[in-house]
């Protein structure tokens, strides 16, 4: 079974990456399907009671990370800010959700606060160049690398 779930999340995190990267926008099917793969493989390992935590702990993760963009953006241009379609897609928001809803809250502030960081530092290379960031394309790449990198180095934190 992990053979085949990590197969076809690189597969489909690859065409993404493509389609963000080529087209700046990926379409629906992709999204389901990436979506539909890693919410089923995340209830086949951890059951549906952890799932459902973690989907909480995502759905209040980025609503406070959307509520600071908002209000950065409200404080610097002194208007009520336009997010969704101007500064970020539907679709970075399916892939956040999606990869949120696999981990738990440790990993999720972990992986979200690095690939944020990295995302910012290639925003910056890609402004120079009147660039956006393709950010639901970087996201899955990165979240293939964080998958990589915890099977070697597990992040076991356990608060009492």
Known sequence: ?????????????FIIFYQDLKERQVSLWLLLLYTGVIITY????KGIDLTLQNT??????????FGGI???????ERQLPKIMDVK??????????SIGISLDIINL??????SFVISAI??????????????AGFLVILYLV???????????????
């Open 122 to 135: 290639i925003g910056l290379v890609l402004q120079a160049k009147n660039m956006t960031v393709p950010l």
């Open 109 to 114: 502030v972990i992986f979200f606060t690095a």
């Open 1 to 13: 079974m992990q053979v085949a779930f990590y197969s076809v999340l690189t597969l489909v995190s």
């Open 42 to 45: 995340t209830i086949y390992e």
């Open 146 to 160: 964080f998958i990589c990198i915890s099977v070697y180095f597990p992040l076991d934190l356990v608060f009492l």
């Open 56 to 65: 909480i702990y995502s759905l209040a993760y980025f609503a406070l990370c």
């Open 70 to 76: 908002y209000l950065y953006y409200f404080v610097k």
């Open 88 to 97: 970020l897609g539907w679709g970075d928001v399916a892939v956040c959700l």
